[in-house]
């Protein structure tokens, strides 16, 4: 590497920033508030003591497996026990989205080639992307620390726990970086990161689940507090291991960036056969061969995580009873209704719809990158109006996604009944509650189809939509809003406190009828606006 190389970065920097003036915010100061949060949710407990509290959490066998033992029985041990997956996923995100935005997004839209046409080094973009998350990041860091310390918590632990996230967002940082060196598109590119993002959350509920303290702590950023101890010891020497397992994939990246054409990826695209199959004749084919390959990466990412899941779910519910806290979540003890034998498995489908939710949402922008790469122009030019373009996209996105949870409903449901040794009845149940999530995963489909059929230039306000659904869920469960705002979410009305006998259907119905209104729009808003073209 010359010093030339780096030319521009501080400019690029700037430009960054100035694009970012709205976004960056959002992800800086969430996990403050979400610490905040927590923190208003224990004081709330307060009255029936907190280290009783605390405790009774570290005995529930479904807790500790969720959120690991309690290290800390004080204010700031609770809030680094029970919000720092959120915060992790928080950092994680917005790292990840806002690296991408400004690498690989930019060269897909043709602005890095105009950049670089100025006296511009290879890696000034990069390094430019790389420095506005970091420096995000250690602003969440230190606005995470100030919240604890406002609360009453020792500065040392405060500063190393709001490091240790900072660690946590350096590292998908890399992972973001990393992907756009990988593939030629941003789609890909992200589905990397949010792969990622899922496979370390479910490490780190395994690590959880074997105690808190195995192998896995050190190799997912989700379970790095457990090696920094916050408020616990405070292990200050493990954070210099966190930060240098987080360069790692970003070294990666920048030598891999050097051994790549602009707008290429390291892993080359395969060359298509010379003539097409006798069914490759429609959009509809098409849409299906664009997401074949993403589709089978998280139907094998989704079915290794429910497997894992429903394999552990029986003997786990029959260790002991549940908390106070959990059992009446909400006030309705539901944890009778649905049975303490269904409470994990319950729970992991709940959390994993929020995931394939993100993949349904991704499956629809495609629509937006094969505009704005000028190929949907060309297929327009022909004998396909857009309303057939586009809907042939939501198709796949709709079927393949209510394809992952039919999948997971049947892998979840013969695991788990053949561990209960009860597969005849157990089957259906667990297949039902894999079933019932799709009208709500198909809202936040319609949303995004929405959104880009009318404003394609604000479609990330699909994800702000699911930020505030996934945001609702914590928020109730911290006892902060009531179940009649909770109602908000689509995902309520098939939630985990819900027994799969008892499902609302009529209000599934309505949603799937929702999702349908929403597509429909967008496909109206396509057909009356301009499309994006090369010219």
């Known amino acids: ?70 290290m800390s029985f004080d204010l700031p041990g609770a809030i680094v026990w029970r919000g720092v997956s959120q915060i992790a996923l928080t950092l994680g995100i917005g790292s990840i989205l806002t690296v991408i935005r400004h690498t690989r997004a930019d060269e897909e839209t043709g602005r890095s080639e105009l950049v670089r046409a100025c006296v511009v080094g290879r890696y000034a973009n990069l390094t430019a992307a790389l420095i506005l998350t970091c420096v995000g990041n250690l602003a969440a860091g230190v606005l995470i620390a100030l919240s604890i310390i406002s609360l009453g918590g020792a500065a040392d632990g405060s500063f190393l726990f709001g490091a240790t996230m900072s660690a946590v967002g350096f590292f998908f940082a890399g992972i973001g970086t990393l992907g756009v060196q990988l593939r030629e598109n941003s789609g890909t590119a992200r589905g990397i990161g949010v792969a990622t993002l899922g496979l370390g959350i479910a490490m780190a509920i395994l690590n959880n689940f074997g105690g808190g303290d195995t192998l896995l702590r050190w190799i997912t950023p989700m379970a790095w507090q457990r090696l920094t101890q916050p408020f616990a010891g405070n292990h200050g020497w493990n954070l210099l291991y966190c930060v240098a397992f987080a360069i790692v994939p970003i070294v990666i990246a920048y030598v891999l960036s050097a051994r790549r054409d602009l707008g290429a990826g390291v892993l080359l695209a395969r060359n298509g056969p010379p003539e097409a199959t006798l069914h490759f004749s429609s959009p509809l084919a098409l849409a299906w061969r664009l997401h074949k390959r993403s589709f089978i990466g998280w139907l094998v990412g989704t079915v290794l995580y429910i497997a894992v899941f429903a394999a552990i779910s029986p003997g786990l519910s029959n260790t002991g009873g549940m908390s106070d806290w959990l059992s009446n979540l909400g006030g309705t003890g539901w944890s009778d209704e649905v049975g303490l034998g269904h409470v994990f498995i319950s729970i992991s489908f709940y959390l994993i719809s929020l995931f394939v939710a993100v993949y349904a949402m991704t499956a629809v922008l495609h629509l937006k990158k094969e505009e704005n790469e000028g190929r949907a122009e060309i297929l327009m030019d022909k004998k396909v109006s857009r309303i057939r373009w586009m809907s042939s996209h939501l198709i796949v996105a709709s079927l393949c996604s209510a394809a992952l949870l039919l999948v997971m409903g049947i892998v979840g449901g013969l695991v788990y009944g ?53 945001m609702l869920e914590f928020a109730w469960e911290a006892q902060i809003i009531d179940w009649s705002l909770m109602g908000i979410s689509p995902f309520s009305y098939a939630h985990y406190t819900i ?37």
């Open 418 to 470: 053949l561990a209960t040794g009860d597969l005849s009845n157990e089957f259906w149940h667990i297949f039902g509650m894999s079933v019932s999530k799709i009208p709500p995963v198909w809202i936040l489909l319609g949303v995004t189809a929405l959104l880009y059929g009318l404003w394609p230039r604000i479609t990330a306000l699909g994800w702000v939509v699911w930020l505030l659904f996934s």
């Open 499 to 535: 027994s799969i006998t008892n499902l609302p259907l009529l209000p599934l119905f309505w949603l799937l009828c929702l999702s349908a209104i929403l597509t429909g729009i967008g496909l109206l808003g396509l057909r009356n606006r301009d499309v994006l073209t090369k010219a």
């Open 1 to 70: 590497m010359k010093t030339s190389d780096f030319a521009g970065t501080g400019t690029l920097f700037r430009l960054f920033l100035r694009r970012d003036r709205f976004l960056l915010p959002l992800w800086i100061f969430l996990p403050a508030i979400l610490s905040l949060v927590t923190a208003a949710t224990f004081i709330a407990m307060a009255s029936q003591g907190l280290q009783s509290v605390l405790t009774e959490f570290d005995k529930d066998p479904l807790i500790s497996a969720l959120l690991g033992p309690v």
